[in-house]
């Protein structure tokens, strides 16, 4: 007797087709008072060959630290200013990407 799979075994196929949520980069520097932060985004099978990787700033990312938050703009780039002492970002691209966090030296 044949038949369709079992439900279990239909999600597990169907959720293996669905893209995983992406890395983000994140780099951050002290500039006075201020963090300066830049977020990009990186997809694998970029070009031609399908070989090569495509890097590219995130708009639109949310960027907190010390209780100060702001929004990457179209060059993935946001400054903040933190209170004092802090020494770590977080970033929330959104459902597409993976939340990240960074250590300010």
């Given at each position: ?13 169907i959720r293996d ?86 250590d300010v030296y």
């Amino acid at each position: 007797m044949t038949g369709p799979k079992p439900l279990d075994e239909r999600c597990t196929e169907i959720r293996d087709l669905l893209p995983r949520p992406t890395a983000l980069g994140v780099s951050a520097k002290r500039a006075g008072k201020n963090i300066a932060v830049e977020v990009t985004s990186a997809y694998d099978g970029a070009g031609a060959a399908e070989q090569g990787v495509d890097r590219r700033p995130l708009r639109g990312a949310t960027v907190t630290a010390g209780g100060a938050t702001a929004t990457t703009n179209d060059h993935g780039r946001a400054v903040l200013r933190p209170r004092a002492g802090t020494s770590t970002v977080s970033v929330d691209g959104g459902a597409s990407f993976l939340p990240a966090r960074v250590d300010v030296y």
